[in-house]
């Protein structure tokens, strides 16, 4: 199994950045895909980037051009850099790994990280 810890949520203007990091407890090298998920109040979870194969990156509409998903395997830590926010963009974030066809959370996801972004 594998622990996933997100970090990096805060409350920022329209316009501004941030970055996420999600820390493994393990290898993240070991698996075949990772991925950020937000939840906006009264919304169901979405894909907003992944990583498949270690080449192949997917970004949600909303998100591309603004957005960048990125890992670095030897500290076992899964990036989301995010410029320009929009308001649209306030949720919790939380990240995922997929090993073979499984995704690691399914039903359990942790607290993830809160980001706030007002007018």
């Known amino acids: 199994q594998v622990q996933l810890v997100e970090s990096g949520g805060d409350l920022v203007h329209e316009g501004g950045s941030l970055r996420l990091s999600c820390a493994a407890s393990?290898?993240?090298?070991?698996?075949?895909?990772w991925a950020w998920y937000r939840q906006a109040p009264g919304k169901q979870r979405e894909l907003v980037a992944a990583i498949f194969g270690g080449r192949n990156v997917d970004y949600a509409d909303s998100v591309k051009g603004r957005f960048t998903i990125s890992k670095d395997n030897p500290k076992n830590t899964i990036y989301l850099a995010m410029n320009n926010l929009k308001v649209e963009d306030t949720a919790v974030y939380y990240c995922n790994v997929r090993l073979g066809s499984y995704w690691v959370r399914q039903t359990s996801w942790g607290q993830g990280t809160r980001v706030t972004v007002s007018s």
């Open positions: 393990r290898d993240i090298s070991t698996f075949n895909a």
